[in-house]
Structures are given as C-alpha cells and as structure tokens.
C-alpha cells in the first residue's frame, strides 16, 4: 500500500522556520522524482520545490528560492522541506508528491497545515 505521510506544518511567526517531512512507503522510493506543492483555498496547487533520483538535482519557485530547501534521504524514505524567513504568503496546505513519469505513477500525501501569522 502506497503511503505518503506528511509532518512538522503549524503555526509560526514572520521571520521564522519550520521543517516539513513527508514519510513514504509501499513503492520504490528512490527512483522517484519527489516534489513539495502547496496550496490556498481558491487557487492551483502549485510545485514550489522538486528533487530528482538522479545526482539529486533542485529546482524551486522564485517564491521560495534562497529560503526554502528540499532534500531527501532514501534510506529513511523521507522527503524534507526546511522553510526558513517564513512569511505571510507562504500559509498554505503543503503536501508531497512522488512521481514516476516512465510508468505514470504520481502519489499524493495528505497534506500538512503551514499558517504564518504574528
């Protein structure tokens, strides 16, 4: 059974940080293409984070870019996305993606709850 399980959303403040996992299982993990999205009511999930299999290759949204980093550990199973100089733009439901375009496979998490407010 295919699982993504995200954690580590909340509220935290302008200025601050939080780090976002997201725990896999059921399919092979490190040959998929793995991605942060995030979403508000009213508008598209939009990607704003992606790392490939290969050599670990990053791209991320000029939204996020210089402040958020994604990562991953493949022995773990785990996605990361630590998300620094937060700002009031950034709420948002994130959720994970894992993605295999050769066999068209794409598994979504749940998603996690990032409020930034003073």
């Known amino acids: 059974q295919v699982q993504l399980v995200e954690s580590g959303g909340g509220l935290v403040q302008p200025g601050g940080s939080l780090r976002l996992s997201c725990a896999a299982s059921?399919?092979?993990?490190?040959?998929?293409?793995l991605s942060w999205y995030r979403q508000v009511p009213g508008k598209e999930r939009e990607m704003i984070a992606n790392?490939?299999?290969?050599?670990?290759?990053?791209w991320y949204a000029d939204a996020v870019k210089g402040r958020f980093t994604i990562s991953r550990d493949n022995a773990k199973k785990t996605l990361y996305l630590q998300m620094n100089n937060l700002m009031p733009d950034d709420t948002a439901m994130y959720y994970c993606?894992?993605?295999?375009?050769?066999?068209?496979?794409?598994?979504w998490g749940q998603g996690t709850q990032v409020t930034v407010s003073s």
């Open positions: 790392i490939i299999s290969k050599d670990d290759l990053t």
């Open positions: 993606n894992a993605r295999r375009r050769a066999i068209g496979t794409n598994y």
């Open positions: 059921g399919f092979p993990f490190d040959i998929y293409a």
